[in-house]
């Protein structure tokens, strides 16, 4: 205390003992700006330069003060600097200052001016009182916080994420304070008010860059759409929010089904053409339901390979049934449909002859029956054709038009049929372009003479035997033929005996003559025919 009275005292004299020219006021400039955290510190250098017409041999730092845009000072400031002397000050030289700047945290944030004051003497030993201006931000929060980004993890650039893809969120946070500061932060991805991911940390943020980096999966659970993805970080010294809209795509897209046929025969190839634009490499299950009306006809699931860029995948499709069917093909991933597609086709089926029988149903007639199977589920016309052979001749040979329900047709025909001869038959069905054939043969046998048999008994004490002669029925054939003889001539015989006691004779009745009288008939003219021309004479 004492020596600064002492000092002060000296600083008083000289003073005193300077020419009126040393109570002028110059200024030291600078460019240079001090941002200070509020209840923190800042170091750092400013560069001030002599703007004034003076050169000074001595430059003292006396004192410093914070005044507001008001003019006001504010208190709670401290400030050391390095050098505090200078010399050789020289008009329009500069110089790097060393300084360390405190303030108390109830300072309002705000901009503010730090005012220096310094003695400045001349080689003449005139002394001068020199002021410098810095401009002072107070800063309130210590943390600055960079703009947040988000990118796919998986192909940086898109505008878009795959399902099974990761969106990264980032963000830099500068801790312009020295000491740590901890935040709160999170993520979340949503739609329509659906929250499908989300995490939260606390984070301590060092002095000086930080980063803060998330990343948020897309599932394969969610759907395709608009999705929001928000990022938030905050402290007690403010916060920061970032949002941003994402679409979601599976990346697989159906963009064709066509059909190889619209009709075809019942057992036939048919085939339906899926077009996939895809932009990964997945593997999908293909699932294909074949319906005929409101009955499922067929259901069946393969796996199929999907490669990046265009795919063409044929499905086949079930035509061992008849009718109008209509094929669902979905692609299914995890029993997420993917892409889903309808073709319709009609299977036709031509009626087929299936069986044919026949029964005598006396010496000469047959019945036959033609069984004719329609296995569709609608009526068909169709053409009926018969033709019955034998010993070469057409029998019997026609056509006619029918109508086949669905189902089981049953066509009967009765015909007279030779005798002793083989019959050849062939029965045509005609209906939907195709021709069902069936041919035969049959044979009628004769009807069989009656016969008769000679048994000879022959009986013994222990049992008896029946046996019939096989050789005996020629000479009873014989017997019987010659007996039939003699009795047709005795017959005769007596019939001409008989008849000529009581029969008359009758006269003969004459001959009808022409009442022209005997008619001649003329004979037909001749002409002598001269096959040579006359000589000349």
Not at 7 to 13: G, I, R
Not at 233 to 251: A, N
Not at 311 to 317: H, S, T
Request: hydrophobic share 35%; charged share 20%; with cysteine.
């Amino acid at each position: 205390m004492r020596k600064t009275a002492v000092a002060f005292v000296l600083l008083m004299l000289v003073m005193a003992l300077l020419p009126r020219s040393s109570a002028q006021f110059v200024s030291f400039t600078t460019n240079d700006e001090i941002t200070l955290l509020r209840g923190d510190y800042s170091s750092g250098t400013i560069m001030l330069t002599n703007a004034g017409g003076f050169s000074f041999k001595v430059v003292s730092y006396q004192k410093f003060w914070v005044e507001d845009a008001d003019g006001n000072k504010i208190p709670g400031f401290n400030l050391t600097i390095k050098p505090t002397i200078f010399t050789d000050w020289t008009s329009q030289k500069t110089y790097s200052v060393s300084y360390n700047i405190s303030c108390v945290s109830n300072v309002s944030g705000g901009t503010y001016t730090l005012y220096l004051r310094f003695l400045a003497y001349t080689a003449d030993n005139s002394m001068y009182i020199v002021h410098a201006t810095v401009p002072l931000r107070i800063i309130e929060s210590a943390l600055n916080f960079g703009v947040a980004d988000a990118y796919v993890k998986e192909r940086p650039g898109s505008s878009y994420a795959l399902n099974g893809e990761t969106v990264v969120v980032f963000s830099h946070v500068d801790n312009i304070g020295h000491s740590d500061v901890t935040v709160e932060a999170s993520v979340s991805l949503s739609s329509n008010g659906k929250v499908y991911f989300s995490e939260n940390r606390t984070l301590t943020m060092k002095p000086g860059d930080n980063l803060i980096r998330f990343e948020v999966p897309v599932g394969y659970d969610l759907p395709e759409g608009t999705y929001r993805l928000e990022y938030r970080i905050g402290y007690d010294g403010g916060s920061y929010r970032y949002s941003r809209e994402i679409p979601v795509r599976f990346g697989v897209k159906l963009v064709g089904l066509s059909l190889q046929s619209d009709v075809v025969k019942l057992g036939e190839s048919n085939r339906a053409y899926i077009t996939l634009l895809s932009e990964r490499n997945i593997n999908l299950n293909m699932t294909v339901e074949t319906y005929r009306g409101e009955v499922v006809v067929s259901n069946s699931t393969v796996s199929v390979a999907v490669r990046g860029g265009t795919n063409v995948i044929e499905v086949n499709l079930p035509t061992n049934v008849s009718g109008n069917l209509s094929s669902v093909i979905n692609l299914v991933f995890n029993g997420r449909i993917i892409g889903s597609g309808k073709v319709s086709y009609k299977v036709q089926a031509p009626p087929l002859i299936t069986n044919v029988t026949y029964e005598r149903v006396s010496d000469e007639d047959v019945l036959f029956k033609i069984m004719i199977e329609n296995p569709n589920y609608e009526e068909i016309q169709g053409e009926f054709g018969y033709r019955i052979v034998a010993d070469g001749n057409v029998l019997y040979k026609d056509s006619l038009q029918s109508v086949l329900k669905p189902g089981t047709n049953e066509v009967s025909l009765k015909f007279e049929l030779p005798v002793g001869k083989v019959v050849e038959y062939e029965f045509t069905l005609s209906a939907m372009g195709e021709t069902s054939t069936s041919k035969g043969e049959l044979y009628l046998q004769p009807p069989a003479p009656p016969t008769t048999t000679t048994t000879t008994t022959t009986t013994t004490a222990s049992n008896t035997t029946t046996t019939t002669s096989s050789g005996a029925s020629g000479s009873l054939w014989m017997g019987l033929v010659i007996v039939a003889f003699l009795l047709l001539v005795a017959g005769a015989f007596y019939y001409s005996r008989e008849g000529g006691k009581s029969k008359k004779r009758a006269r003969p009745k004459p001959k009808r003559r022409s009442p022209l009288g005997r008619f001649r008939r003329p004979r037909k003219p001749e002409f002598k025919e001269n096959k040579e021309l006359p000589k000349k004479k």
